[in-house]
């Protein structure tokens, strides 16, 4: 199974990371255009942190398909 833990926006997401430590992800799944911190900014901090954990970008409008 998974857990997964959510975030409203890419600098919330980042604080969470930051807070949780870099050993609490095994993955990050974040939309490419958020408000506060858009996923690339939010891959870029992500890969200062835990630089081994995988980060995959999506665009929020293909789940419109």
């Known amino acids: 199974g998974a857990l997964f833990t959510g975030a409203e926006n890419g600098k919330l997401a980042m604080e969470r990371v930051r807070v949780d430590g870099p050993n609490a992800y095994e993955v990050v799944l974040t939309d490419i255009q958020m408000p506060e911190m858009d996923g690339y900014e939010t891959a870029r901090q992500c890969r200062k942190i835990p630089p081994e954990v ?6 929020g409008a293909m789940f419109l398909l």
């Open 54 to 59: 995988p980060v995959i970008g999506v665009p």
